[in-house]
């Protein structure tokens, strides 16, 4: 094969490959579309399932995943928030660091079944929140740290070095040089983290499957403490568990997640490319 | 006469074993224009950075000897060391305007040392600009982007925003870099001005400059203080042979 023709090869594999991976998103997409549009109306969004779930809506679920997703932030929010300006301004190359660090790096590869059963053991058990919305988001908090703390960190650091020098040489303290200079500057990225974070804990099924997630409940949360019904574990059950269940509903209910999880993803891209175009240094 | 800043044998060491300043002993007289010379990498910056310790912020670092600011030591546990920088303010070579408005420039360092007097704050901006002779160019628009003025503007700006904060020192390193002759020569009148209510030590951009604007001067080589004088007589007759060498343009 002459240069010539190992390049054409070289150029139209790339580009076959980088194009199937965009394939998968959209057949996904494309798919749940097609089965599912069909089951969306107005009342399959705000009403309760009826008839042992064959009938009827699924805002219980809707709900329990919005209330699941801000406990998440709650809970998530702080602790990163707080652990990315420990690492980016406080830390010292020392063997807290790295221990802490290292912790972060095994956080993310805990599998989400593992996390789930923590949770069980450590939030429903142990802590006596029982199987409870309370204990779901502190699962879930748990599991979306690591991807906020390193998003958050690379926000930090990515603010110039320069203002913060200039800041202290003005008399600024360490702090209002954090809070003042450093934060206002990494919070779109900050944010931008966080809900990369939490569209994947919205969809996130095992986590939540013994710490919170309800089979059926006919009424709807009134309290941290009571369980609720959440959309990832409702397809579950209603795809695997319901004998009969019509397919539409199946296929809404997982356009619905879908739909949540990629409009959070969106926002986040709309935050960052408004502000990347806002700021000018 | 009490010097308003005094070095007695300092030495100040990097991490990676570059001595900066080796045993450097110094007075410094108020309301003066002191001005430190010499090659790059002898030391210059190493040393204003020290006067408001602004060195702290170098990890790894060890320092020696005593630095006093109106016969006290700076490194003192006593010393509260923001309200020392706020006396002793540092104007840095690279022009560095913080995100924000001019007047937000202006007004964060009183504002972060709990000032919230609206017209205290409005006044100061005023003064400052005109003191730095910026006022006539952003009088119209002090609450647009700081970001967006000129090169020489900018460097007038973080003058100005040393100012706002009256201090009695102003470290001025090199603070002509970059800007054309004529913002020079505005800087450079603004600078002799100002030393009726200022103390300034600052890096010149070249021995020209140094020449024209020193009170006194004091040349630093491989992080020694080789020579202190008046300006007439350091750069007419120099002492040291180095000094001479360095002055007429045969090293450096």
């Known amino acids: 094969m002459s240069r010539q023709q190992t390049q054409?090869?070289?150029?139209?594999?790339?580009?076959?490959?980088?194009?199937?991976?965009?394939?998968?998103?959209?057949?996904?997409?494309?798919?749940?579309?097609?089965?599912?549009?069909?089951a969306i109306s107005w009342e399959f969004l705000t009403q309760p399932p009826r008839n042992g779930m064959t009938e009827g809506g699924i805002?219980?679920?809707?709900?329990?995943?919005?209330?699941?997703?801000?406990?998440?932030?709650?809970?998530?929010?702080?602790?990163?928030?707080?652990?990315?300006?420990?690492?980016?301004?406080?830390?010292?190359?020392?063997?807290?660091?790295?221990?802490?660090?290292?912790?972060?790096?095994?956080?993310?590869?805990?599998?989400?079944?593992?996390?789930?059963?923590?949770g069980l053991g450590a939030f429903v058990l142990a802590a006596g929140f029982g199987t409870s919305i309370l204990a779901g988001s502190l699962t879930l908090g748990i599991m979306t740290m690591p991807v906020v703390i390193s998003t958050a960190e690379e926000a930090i650091n990515s603010v110039p070095q320069q203002f913060r020098t200039v800041s202290l040489s003005l008399g600024a303290s360490k702090w209002q040089t954090i809070w003042h200079q450093v934060l206002p500057h990494a919070l779109p990225g900050i944010?931008?983290?966080?809900?990369?974070?939490?569209?994947?804990?919205?969809?996130?099924?095992?986590?939540?499957?013994?710490?919170?997630?309800?089979?059926?409940?006919?009424?709807?949360?009134?309290?941290?403490f009571d369980q609720t019904m959440a959309l990832p574990y409702h397809l579950y059950?209603?795809?695997?568990?319901?004998?009969?269940?019509?397919?539409?509903?199946?296929?809404?209910?997982?356009?619905?997640?879908?739909?949540?999880?990629?409009?959070?993803?969106l926002i986040a891209t709309v935050v960052r490319t408004a502000v990347r175009r806002r700021r000018d240094w | 006469m009490q010097p308003k800043i005094s070095l007695q044998n300092v030495f100040y060491t990097y991490a990676d074993e570059t001595e900066a300043l080796r045993n450097v002993s110094l007075d410094v007289l108020p309301n003066q224009v002191f001005v430190l010379f010499g090659p790059s990498r002898s030391g210059k910056s190493t040393l204003l950075r020290l006067l408001n310790r602004l060195s702290d912020l170098t990890e790894g670092a060890r320092f020696q000897g005593t630095v006093l600011v109106d016969g006290r030591n700076i490194f003192d546990r006593s010393?509260?060391?923001?309200?020392?920088?706020?006396?002793?303010?540092?104007?840095?070579?690279?022009?560095?305007?913080?995100?924000?408005?001019?007047?937000?420039?202006?007004?964060?360092?009183?504002?972060?040392?709990?000032?919230r007097n609206a017209s205290l704050l409005e006044t100061r901006v005023h003064r400052s600009l005109e003191q730095a002779g910026l006022w006539d160019e952003v009088k119209d628009r002090l609450d647009s982007s700081a970001m967006a003025l000129s090169g020489g503007q900018k460097q007038r700006?973080?003058?100005?925003?040393?100012?706002?904060?009256?201090?009695?020192?102003?470290?001025?390193?090199?603070?002509?870099?970059?800007?054309?002759?004529?913002?020079?020569?505005?800087?450079?009148?603004?600078?002799?001005?100002?030393?009726?209510?200022?103390?300034?030590?600052?890096?010149?951009?070249?021995?020209?400059?140094?020449?024209?604007?020193?009170?006194?001067?004091?040349?630093?080589?491989?992080?020694?203080?080789?020579?202190?004088?008046d300006t007439e007589s350091i750069f007419l007759h120099p002492l040291d042979k180095r000094t001479e060498d360095y002055i007429t343009g045969r090293f450096g």
């Open chain 1, 59 to 118: 805002w219980p679920a809707i709900l329990g995943t919005l209330i699941l997703t801000m406990g998440t932030a709650l809970v998530s929010m702080p602790f990163s928030i707080a652990t990315a300006i420990y690492l980016a301004e406080y830390a010292g190359d020392n063997r807290l660091t790295r221990t802490i660090r290292m912790a972060i790096v095994n956080l993310a590869g805990i599998p989400s079944i593992v996390y789930g059963l923590f």
């Open chain 1, 191 to 224: 944010i931008t983290g966080m809900i990369l974070g939490l569209s994947r804990a919205a969809g996130e099924t095992a986590p939540i499957l013994f710490t919170v997630a309800a089979f059926y409940v006919p009424t709807l949360p009134t309290s941290i």
């Open chain 2, 157 to 229: 700006l973080c003058l100005a925003r040393s100012l706002a904060l009256e201090p009695e020192v102003i470290l001025l390193d090199n603070p002509t870099s970059g800007l054309d002759p004529i913002s020079t020569s505005v800087v450079e009148e603004t600078l002799r001005e100002l030393t009726d209510q200022y103390t300034i030590i600052m890096v010149p951009h070249s021995v020209q400059q140094a020449a024209r604007i020193a009170d006194r001067a004091g040349f630093l080589l491989n992080g020694e203080l080789v020579e202190v004088n």
């Open chain 1, 8 to 38: 054409r090869l070289a150029s139209v594999l790339i580009t076959l490959t980088a194009v199937l991976v965009f394939v998968p998103v959209i057949v996904v997409i494309v798919y749940l579309i097609w089965q599912g549009i069909g």
């Open chain 2, 79 to 115: 010393v509260d060391v923001f309200d020392l920088r706020r006396r002793v303010s540092m104007v840095f070579a690279v022009p560095t305007p913080l995100p924000g408005s001019i007047r937000d420039n202006l007004t964060y360092g009183l504002k972060m040392a709990g000032q």
């Open chain 1, 237 to 265: 059950v209603i795809a695997t568990q319901v004998p009969g269940m019509p397919l539409k509903i199946q296929y809404g209910t997982a356009l619905v997640l879908l739909l949540i999880t990629l409009t959070m993803t």
